[in-house]
């Protein structure tokens, strides 16, 4: 299927003239008739009635010119986009506000870093970041109270509530796994991963910037004291034996990796991802822009995650 079949069917269906389509696209009826029916040889159905006193859609030419109109309205805006992107590229004096929902992780150690760099080469971009909780961030986004997220939480999770906002969309920028940090003299201190179904049903659990995976809330019988972003709460609570904290690997490298603390990983244990969440209809120049500057961040400061 080509992109001009779509174009000639889409004109024809709004002239009824075969004749007409072929005076505005320089084309003869010949050619714009065949091209007709190739296309309905691919979909497998007629999509014209054709007559001497003209041309009109079936009921399946009917359904099928929505879709026509969406491909051909979609690849336009997508050429726009482009060609926005890559003049903002060349100029770097694109101008927008954008507005960005993060989870505590990427806001708190990433986005520092991120945003002063950014800010230096798009300087007319103005940012404004708010931090969420993961929970919020995907609502947040399809009510467009933000122009994009940045969330982190077990893959099944992301799947399931995305699928659930048909306007949304999301993309895998770093891949991660879930780890158990506890306090660096815990007699599992040493072990390089722990056995879910024994470990995680004689511990207290709390989490760190994740929402727990339906598969660790089945090995456990203790529910979780906390779900925070809140690393020194955290950090608290394991030194005075209260819990142990689970967490993306990531999390606990930047954060709570020192001498009172270490990490064990899960076995078998679902990943987890930090991805970005976007409505499909506000794939600006200045979201796509600032995407590609977090996935280049985290590609070349954690390569060993990439997605």
Known sequence: MRLEQLRYFIDVANTGSINFTAKKFFATQQSINAALKRLEEEVGYTLLKRSSSGVCLTK????????????????????????????????????????????????????????????????????????????????????????????????????????????????????????VCLKSNSAYAGEKEVDPVNFLRDVKLSYYNMVPSKRIKEYSYNSAMHISDDAEFHKKLIEQDLCVTLMPKFAYEELFKSKRFTCVFIKDTVKIMHCIIMKKSRKTPAVMLFADAVENYMLVNYPANKA
């Open 60 to 179: 399946g030419g009917q359904l099928f010119l929505d879709y026509a109109i969406e491909t051909v309205d979609g690849y336009n805006r997508t050429l726009d986009l482009l060609a926005q992107l890559n003049q903002s590229k060349k100029s770097k004096d694109i101008a927008a506000n954008l507005r960005i929902a993060s989870g505590s992780v990427l806001c708190d150690v990433a986005f520092p870093k991120i945003l002063s760099s950014f800010h230096g080469t798009y300087p007319k971009i103005d940012l404004k970041v708010a931090k969420l909780d993961n929970e919020d961030i995907i609502d947040a986004v399809e009510r467009e109270e933000y122009d994009m997220g940045f969330l982190t939480a077990n893959i099944d999770y992301i799947e399931e509530e995305v699928a659930k906002h048909e306007s949304l969309t999301y993309k895998n920028i770093m891949e991660d796994q879930v780890v």
